[in-house]
């Protein structure tokens, strides 16, 4: 059992997450699992072995459906498959993402369009694809993967920030738009969480000793810190929360 917060009404709950099956996502399916909910997620990657894993531990086994989130077509038709299996859903978490380094120089149409289909374009259609189903069951809660990157006003991944931003914005506007049917959207920014993959590719011993001297709290994030506050979220226990960004990032950004 968790060691960390408990929302009694996740349990049963259909919960479909983009790139649930490794780093972040990971995290998310585990603790969404670990409330008792019905996990659904795609990602492009075979997590075949962590789907093994997740039912071993919790007797709780998470649906994994193979998809490349660039095709919308592919990803309507997960969706599909997903709420005929565990029945509409009424938590939609957009977390995948890919926040690749890159020039601005040399920099080309096909790079920037692709980047943009993976880390903005997904999550309108996701939401568009699941607010009808959350309308039928009387409200649901999506919540948005933007970053605090854009607004420290980082360097190296131009594209990558961009859609953050726009994806911040992109939330507010479906909780208004989504509001009236009780369906609720908000954005997790999360700061520099300590992934496998981060490790591997950036978290250079000088990287890390910026980074914690910019933030409050003096301890690297890890993934399971973006958990409870997705999880706070998706419960009725934020159920007069909507249009909003919940900063989890050790004290760097500051909101209001």
């Avoid at 929302?7 to 990971?26: K, M, N, Q, W, Y």
């Avoid at 920099?107 to 999550?123: K, M, S």
């Avoid at 997790?188 to 910019?214: F, I, K, N, S, Y």
Wanted: aromatic fraction near 8%; include cysteine; hydrophobic fraction near 45%.
């Amino acid at each position: 059992m968790t060691r960390y917060a408990t929302f009694h009404d996740l349990e049963g709950r259909s919960v479909f997450i983009t790139g649930g099956g490794s780093g972040i996502g990971a995290a998310l399916t585990e603790g969404f699992l670990e409330q008792g909910a019905r996990v659904a997620f795609v990602q492009r990657s075979d997590a075949g072995d962590f789907v093994a894993e997740m039912s071993a531990r919790h007797g709780n086994t998470p649906l994994f459906l193979p998809c490349d989130i660039v095709d919308i077509a592919a990803l309507r038709v997960a969706m599909a498959r997903a709420a005929e299996l565990h029945g509409p859903f009424t938590v939609l978490v957009n977390n995948a993402a890919n926040d690749q380094r890159h020039a601005i120089e040399d920099y080309t149409v096909e790079e920037w369009d692709r980047a943009q289909a993976i880390n903005l374009r997904p999550h309108f259609f996701t939401a568009q694809a699941a607010a009808p189903g959350m309308k039928a069951a009387g409200g649901g809660s999506i919540i948005n993967f933007s970053s605090v990157s854009y607004m420290m006003g980082n360097a190296g991944y131009l594209s990558y920030m961009t859609a953050k931003a726009a994806v911040t914005g992109m939330t507010r506007g479906l909780a208004r738009e989504l509001g009236p049917d009780r369906i609720r959207a908000n954005a997790v920014m999360p700061g520099w969480v300590l992934t496998r993959r981060q490790r591997d590719l950036w978290a250079t011993e000088e990287a890390l000793a910026e980074q914690l001297a910019r933030q409050c709290l003096k301890e690297h994030l890890v993934e399971r810190d973006i958990v409870d506050a997705t999880l706070f979220l998706a419960s009725d226990a934020s159920r007069m929360m909507t249009g909003q960004a919940m900063v989890v990032d050790g004290g760097v950004v500051v909101t209001g």
